[in-house]
């Protein structure tokens, strides 16, 4: 197994652009989430998704959209990037409900903005 | 809503001795899920330990142990005979049981240094 893998692990770009943050996992999980991580603010979600086909807004999800059209894969796209959007963004895949007490992580994705 | 404070934003130890992180949270839940993940230099985040709110034993794995208090709604982790190799950020988290969603809620996280 594979886990969780991102693509890709750093990127930049310049204000105004759009980009897709790619989350893939092989376990089957039903439960897909996005975090981002900011210094002095531990992660923060995002979005997260319960199933293909069903997803909602977590914390901070402004400047960010997200689909789930299979189980495997949970892309986060960036419309028009800020500079306020440069952080680490992970990707997280559990089972859900009471046997999704353990999230596995992905290597995590270094965006900046310019 | 549910919230996680960690106050300490960075800590030293000596190799070898013993340190403990300090979380507290607030909930109105009873029932609920509470971890320390560890992120090395690398990024990778790692579950180190996990304790059940309606277990009242405290969880242990190898040398990382907490201290889960409930009604004062604190969980410390105790790292004994630390090693170098537990020079990380480790982030306490909390999770509702049961939920239809798996979210999970983390502090700002603490800076560990282990020195030689």
């Known amino acids: 197994n594979a886990g969780v893998t991102q693509t890709p692990k750093f990127q930049v770009l310049k204000t105004g652009q759009s980009m897709t943050l790619q989350c893939a996992q092989d376990?089957?999980?039903?439960?897909m989430s996005w975090y981002r991580q900011d210094p002095g603010m531990g992660l923060r979600l995002i979005h997260y998704s319960v199933g293909a086909g069903i997803t909602d807004q977590g914390e901070v999800p402004n400047g960010y959209n997200v689909s789930r059209s299979t189980t495997e894969d949970f892309p986060l796209r960036l419309l028009s990037a800020a500079p306020s959007q440069t952080s680490v963004y992970f990707c997280?895949?559990?089972?859900?409900?009471?046997?999704?007490?353990?999230?596995?992580f992905g290597p995590g994705t270094r965006l900046t903005v310019l | 809503a549910q919230t996680v404070t960690q106050s300490q934003p960075e800590m030293s130890v000596q190799e070898a001795e013993t340190v403990t992180l300090s979380c507290t949270y607030d909930?109105?839940?009873?029932?609920?899920?509470l971890f320390w993940y560890k992120q090395p230099p690398s990024r990778q985040m790692i579950l180190v330990i996990r304790?059940?709110?309606?277990?009242?034993q405290n969880a242990t794995e190898n040398r990382f142990s907490v201290n889960f208090q409930k009604a004062a709604k604190s969980f410390s982790l105790k790292i004994s005979d630390s090693q170098l190799g537990d020079t990380a950020m480790y982030f306490c988290a909390f999770m509702n049981y049961g939920g239809a969603t798996n979210k999970l809620i983390f502090g700002t996280g603490t800076l560990l240094a282990v020195q030689p």
């Open positions: 304790q059940e709110a309606y277990k009242q």
């Open positions: 909930t109105s839940e009873s029932n609920y899920y």
């Open positions: 997280a895949s559990s089972r859900r409900g009471v046997l999704g007490n353990e999230q596995f």
């Open positions: 376990m089957n999980h039903e439960y």
